[in-house]
């Protein structure tokens, strides 16, 4: 303790009467020298033997000009912002996928991000939309022929397509719906075609009209959204609003007077619903099972995850909750939704065999009717 007192001392000592200028100023040890580089000057380059392969290097960490070759500059410099990076889309975001003879577009981004891409590849290619709906996430294209397409896509069609007609028509209907995954959507394209003069109103198959045409706008589209993104796509507002918004919501009570929120929509859209209701609302889903219908919640918790782990003083002083508080605070319930009829009901369950207090219950349908649409 005694040499370290005298050590301390002594520093006590030197800095009093020496003053700062041994550590600090322009001649300190630990002077600011973030305008050196104002001092840079660029030499010649190393010269090798000549009897010496060597490729050539390029400098790292090139002086600017301006700098190496002004004489009048003093002071600080101001360093420009660097110019903001060329982000490419990732190929990833669309894939084409197969099922036997079924074929279709899987998106990684929401339905309201791919509805105008594929608009916008039909409109560009010289389909006439005859028919959207974007609150179901469908279009329709008018009658026509090969030739009245653009001429670039006339002539892959024509190459491409087998076993139609030079002039038959053809409408194409489009249809992006909820992934199986949250925030991805799935791209449909079926085909229907009709002889020369006619005026009947085909409808369109099942599942398929014409294969190798619905493969050849598939695989088309497929290279023109991903074009799309990476020059900056945009967002269907209205597709965004309305998607998934049911076209009748109504909270009532089943029979034994428990809260029920009935949806009138199928239910992928449902599902897709909820969640964004959910999100929206600040509620914390825990866990989903869409086979099962459920959203796992815990109302005790936001939405918003804080994934900033605490600093050195939140963990000295225990300002983070541990997972022992966290567990003993939740409350956790099950939102689950059942297909009846044409539409879809909401409950809410405290497990499995239980069903949820009814304010529970009716405090959660309400906030999830409150954020639909």
């Excluded at 104002?38 to 190393?46: C, G, K, N, S, V």
């Excluded at 002889?195 to 045409?213: K, M, Y």
């Excluded at 939740?330 to 044409?342: C, I, K, N, S």
């Amino acid at each position: 303790m005694k040499r370290l007192a005298g050590f301390s001392a002594l520093a006590l000592i030197v800095s009093s009467t020496s003053g700062c200028g041994w550590f600090w100023g322009e001649n300190g040890y630990f002077r600011d020298r973030g305008s050196d580089y104002l001092e840079a000057r660029q030499t010649a380059p190393m010269q090798l033997p000549a009897d010496v392969q060597a490729k050539r290097l390029d400098p790292l960490l090139p002086v600017p000009a301006q700098v190496a070759s002004s004489t009048e500059t003093s002071g600080k410099f101001d360093v420009p912002r660097p110019q903001g990076l060329q982000v490419r889309a990732d190929e990833r975001e669309f894939s084409l996928q197969r099922s036997g003879d079924s074929r279709w577009v899987v998106a990684q981004r929401v339905p309201a991000e791919v509805w105008p891409l594929a608009r916008q590849f039909f409109e560009d290619n010289g389909f006439r939309i005859a028919n959207e709906r974007p609150q179901v996430g469908e279009f329709t294209t008018s009658w026509q022929r090969f030739d009245e397409l653009s001429t670039g896509m006339a002539s892959r069609l024509s190459s491409r397509v087998s076993g139609v007609a030079p002039d038959a028509e053809t409408r194409v209907r489009v249809r992006i719906e909820p992934g199986v995954q949250r925030n991805t959507s799935e791209v449909f394209v079926t085909s229907a075609e009709r002889p020369a003069g006619s005026t009947a109103d085909v409808d369109f198959a099942s599942r398929s009209g014409n294969a190798s045409l619905e493969a050849a706008l598939l695989d088309e589209m497929l290279v023109s959204m991903a074009r799309g993104v990476e020059q900056g796509g945009s967002v269907s507002l209205l597709a965004a609003r309305d998607f998934d918004a049911p076209s009748r919501v109504s909270l009532s009570e089943d029979g034994n007077g428990n809260p029920v929120l009935n949806l009138g929509a199928d239910f992928d859209r449902a599902w897709s619903g909820v969640g964004r209701s959910l999100e929206l609302g600040d509620v914390r889903v825990d866990d989903l099972n869409r086979s099962l219908g459920l959203y796992y919640i815990n109302m005790a918790e936001g939405a918003q995850v804080n994934e900033e782990k605490p600093g050195f003083f939140g963990r000295l002083f225990g300002s983070a909750p541990s997972k022992e508080e966290i567990e003993a605070r939740a409350e956790r319930y099950q939102v689950r939704l059942t297909p009846v009829g044409d539409g879809v009901q909401v409950t809410v369950e405290k497990d499995l065999n239980t069903i949820a207090p009814a304010d529970v219950s009716r405090r959660v349908l309400s906030l999830i009717q409150d954020n639909l649409g």
